[in-house]
């Protein structure tokens, strides 16, 4: 659509910039009542498969029909690793990997959390907004509690408050991310109906975004939860990780003797790795697979050699072409001020807005 856009601009004779095209074209967008779509990838790690397929493979999709904010949520990394030693390195690394991944800054606004002042201002205004004890009952406070007792600051239960002002910050309806963020989504909907309740409509109720209809949840290999950058790295494939390293994590995955009376249903792991497949395989080696499971004749170990090579072809590109632009330090930097003044030019507009609604205009 951008390109459609910056096709238009050139017919007529107008120069732009990338800024001014991103604006121009949100805009448009707006006038035919596109929705907005906002995401965010905390930087506490590098990226890793579950990222890619609950967050990343819509977003590059999305780039080219709605007006896209991508954030790298560098102020969420602070409530949970507040030794920010290894931050710059992430950032660096998260943002090729987006770029890597099909990301284009000059289709969507593509940005640092921290560049955008406004979002602790509009986080202050929510959080008045935001009641305690709902946020105390939180499934992601309560293992985080878990996780780290020595630190539960107040940023950790205000979590979903900050999350919320950076969808809201740009009147974004539409939030591409895995199912583990769906109670979020729910947050910030109660907290959108209270502002309205309280003062005037400004935000739209922002809806969890997935194009198959249904949240994703990527496994991890060892069969207990999901994919994380925290939890068992071994578990976890990163799209970071090494050709054989990928291999052998594949390799471990747990599996049992196979099924003993045709059509069985499947453990909770086995489902796992023919979930893992159905991402990364092609549709008919899936299909050999599940006939050959459901006929009792699987092997495992051949099954999992394929799904490994398949995992290989799938991130080795991946890995290689974020290698290359997390060199290209004076690119990054470009990209980085590119996406701020884009995000910032949205949340100053919807902070004039909001400030309004408040009652917090003087003269
Ligand atoms: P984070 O950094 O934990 O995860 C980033 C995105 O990846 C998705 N994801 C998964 N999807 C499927 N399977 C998995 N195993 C898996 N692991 C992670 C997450 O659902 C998410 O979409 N709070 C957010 C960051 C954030 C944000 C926002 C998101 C800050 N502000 C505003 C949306 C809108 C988080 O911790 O994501």
Redesign the pocket.
């Known amino acids: 659509m951008t390109v459609t856009v910056r096709a238009a601009l050139a017919n007529w004779h107008i120069s732009t910039s990338a800024h001014s095209e991103f604006l121009i074209f949100a805009l448009l967008m707006q006038s035919v009542k596109k929705e907005i779509v ?5 930087p ?1 790690g590098f990226l ?4 890619y ?4 493979r819509n977003f590059v999709r999305m780039q080219d029909e709605y007006p896209c904010f991508f ?1 790298l ?1 560098d102020l ?1 990394s602070l409530t949970t690793h507040p030794d920010t030693s290894q931050l710059k390195t992430n950032i660096h690394r998260v943002l090729a990997e987006h770029l890597a991944c099909g990301l284009d800054p000059d289709k969507s606004a593509l940005y640092c ?1 921290s560049h955008v002042y406004e979002t602790s201002e509009l986080y202050l205004y929510l959080s008045t907004l935001s009641m305690v004890g709902e946020l105390e009952k939180t499934p992601t406070f309560k293992d985080k509690v878990r996780q780290h007792p020595q630190n539960v600051n107040a940023g950790l239960l205000t ?1 979903p408050v ?2 919320a002002a ?2 809201l910050l740009h009147r974004a309806k539409l ?7 769906e109670q ?1 989504l729910e947050m910030a909907r109660n907290i959108v109906v209270r502002f309205h309740h309280r003062y005037s409509e400004v935000f739209p109720e922002p809806v969890a975004f997935n194009y198959g209809g249904e949240l ?5 290999l060892d069969g207990a939860g ?4 925290s939890e068992n790295q071994y578990a976890t494939l990163y799209l970071s990780d090494p050709d054989d390293l990928i291999r052998k994590k594949v390799m471990k995955a747990k599996t049992d003797t196979g099924p003993t009376a045709p059509n069985s249903p499947k453990p909770d792991y086995i489902e796992n790795l023919f979930l893992l497949m159905k991402l990364v395989s092609a549709p008919d080696t899936l299909q050999k697979f599940e006939e050959d499971y459901n006929a009792c004749t699987i092997r495992y170990g051949d099954m999992k050699k394929q799904l490994a090579e398949d995992m290989v072809r799938f991130i080795a590109p991946i890995r290689e072409k974020a290698e290359a632009i997390q060199q290209d330090t004076e690119y990054l930097k470009k990209v980085m001020i590119q996406g701020a003044e884009k995000a910032r030019s949205s949340a100053q507009a919807t902070m004039k807005v909001v400030r309004e609604a408040m009652g917090l205009n003087y003269y």
């Open positions: 906002m995401s965010g990838i905390r506490t890793h498969l579950g990222n397929f609950g967050a990343l954030m949520a969420h959390q979590y900050l999350q950076d969808i939030v591409p991310v895995g199912k583990d963020q979020h994703i949840k990527v496994p991890s999901k994919m994380s950058k």
